[in-house]
């Protein structure tokens, strides 16, 4: 059964530097999120992505984040200068109708 | 916003019985999703309930939706150490847009 994919499982960074997290959605699907949940939180939209152009995003989606598909394959989601508070897992989903369907997560650890 | 609110925060059951979890939401939907969440890891989608439906079922999963009440329940029968998880309900306006998250509820199924 095809899986949304998500690199690296863990990614620990210095406050300031720029991280790119990279999730492989599921091959058909058109639409691609990324959503993020703090330690213990509820899980939150950052944004959304069809037709290679942002759909959506939150508040918490400023001009730190930008989201790329650079290839036909691979969603990408990169924070240019990462700051404490960045600190989460980070979920990419995708769909083709309206089910969303999650990868694994990337847990961003800033320091 | 269509910020949801689950309920129980918590419920602790012995296998065998049933476990009731319930959503409410404050806007008009298309469509209210029910995900598990094991401890730190992914989201698994687990049923998808459209606005003009009222129930559904999938294996020993039953989801109700009452939307003049904006609520929603998951009820999972005859539950197993397996089900210990978090579940989280997860509401969309419409079938590609963000979802938007309840708080969720930490399930734990003593044997």
């Known amino acids: 059964e095809p899986e949304v994919t998500q690199t690296p499982s863990h990614q620990v960074t210095q406050m300031g530097q720029e991280v790119i997290l990279r999730c492989v959605p599921i091959?058909?699907?058109?639409?691609f999120y990324w959503y993020r949940q703090i330690l213990g939180q509820k899980v939150e939209f950052l944004v959304s992505?069809?037709?290679?152009?942002?759909?959506?995003k939150s508040e918490i989606f400023d001009d730190q984040f930008s989201v790329e598909r650079p290839d036909g394959s691979n969603f990408t989601l990169k924070i240019r200068s990462t700051k404490l508070e960045d600190s989460a897992m980070y979920f990419c989903?995708?769909?083709?109708?309206?089910?969303?369907?999650f990868g694994p997560g990337t847990r961003l650890t800033v320091l | 916003s269509q910020q949801g609110e689950e309920d129980p925060q918590a419920l602790s059951i012995q296998e065998g019985e049933n476990a009731t979890m319930n959503c409410s939401y404050k806007?008009?939907?298309?469509?209210l999703q029910w995900y598990r969440q094991n401890s730190g890891r992914g989201l698994v989608h687990l049923i998808l309930?459209?606005?003009?439906?009222r129930e559904k079922h999938s294996g020993r999963l039953r989801v109700t939706l009452d939307t003049s009440k904006k609520s929603s329940s998951l009820l999972i029968t005859a539950s197993r150490a397996a089900d210990t998880a978090s579940y989280f309900c997860?509401?969309?306006?419409?079938?590609?847009?963000?979802?938007?998250f309840g708080t969720g509820t930490r399930l734990l199924v003593s044997p």
């Open positions: 989903a995708s769909t083709r109708t309206d089910t969303q369907y």
């Open positions: 091959s058909n699907h058109l639409y």
């Open positions: 992505f069809y037709n290679n152009e942002i759909s959506e």
């Open positions: 806007t008009s939907i298309n469509n």
């Open positions: 309930i459209r606005s003009n439906e």
């Open positions: 997860a509401t969309s306006n419409t079938g590609f847009q963000k979802l938007v």
